[in-house]
């Protein structure tokens, strides 16, 4: 029967809020959402994005309109797959925030919400989020850049020489699963490693650490899009230099 059906969806429902409430231990609060008339509902979203900066003549007043808007969708989207997991009302340096600044919206995760730590393979328990973010993201034209970042503590094994390598390879990893599993042309999605060397916080201090860690996916303004190479046409790249074989020596 319906109901039936509606009680097996609310089980795996509550299953996945389960599992990724045991994953983040008490990192964050996981509120399930109320049934009403046999239906999950979500709760109102009402906030603004964090404005950074100086941000006129570089984005139109109706783009960031729009990114406003975007960002209360995705937090829906986050909240209706997720059961309230990354909710950024109130802010906490442990939860998902969405900032404007010149290059447009940015969507700031935290580390623990996709990796472990010194890992770049996304954890399977958090995928709910990279889908909700996959759904809005899909709908819209501007070009996506997902860049990574860690904190300063060095990395060196035979994956990870550097934090380079750590921060770029976990931003290569958010855009597969994206192209893998929502319809983004890969051609409006980039990835990109910053290392230790864009911080958003002392690195002095475990909390500020924390904070460095994370993963940017960052929506970009039209002005900042026009920066990107064009869709379907690669940069022309100078011929390799021809050097001599070494049997051609000496004829």
């Known amino acids: 029967t319906l109901y039936a059906m509606s009680r097996v969806d609310e089980q795996k429902m509550g299953s996945a809020v389960e599992s990724l409430q045991r994953a983040l231990g008490s990192l964050i609060p996981v509120q399930i959402s109320q049934r009403e008339s046999g239906a999950f509902t979500n709760r109102t979203v009402s906030f603004n994005p964090t404005i950074i900066g100086n941000v006129e003549g570089q984005i139109k007043t109706s783009e960031v309109e729009s990114f406003q808007k975007l960002s209360e969708e995705i937090q829906r989207e986050v909240e209706k797959l997720t059961g309230g997991v990354g909710k950024s009302n109130p802010p906490s340096d442990s939860q998902i925030k969405y900032l404007i600044d010149k290059r447009g919206l940015v969507i700031r995760v935290p580390e623990a919400f ?86 958003i916080a002392p690195n002095k201090t475990p909390e500020g650490r924390m904070q460095n860690r994370r993963v940017d996916v960052v929506v970009l303004s039209t002005k900042e899009g026009e920066t990107e190479p064009p869709e379907g046409k690669a940069p022309m790249i100078p011929p390799a230099v021809q050097f001599p074989r070494p049997t051609d020596v000496g004829r």
């Open 114 to 199: 996709f990796f472990k730590s010194g890992e770049a393979s996304i954890r399977q328990e958090f995928t709910p989020i990279l889908n909700a973010l996959g759904k809005s993201l899909e709908k819209i034209p501007n070009h996506i850049r997902i860049e990574g970042h860690t904190d300063s503590i060095p990395i060196n094994n035979y994956q990870f020489p550097s934090n380079w390598e750590l921060s770029t390879t976990r931003a290569t990893s958010i855009v597969r699963y994206l192209l893998a599993h929502h319809s983004i042309p890969p051609g409006k999605i980039s990835a990109t490693g910053y290392g230790e060397f864009r911080p």
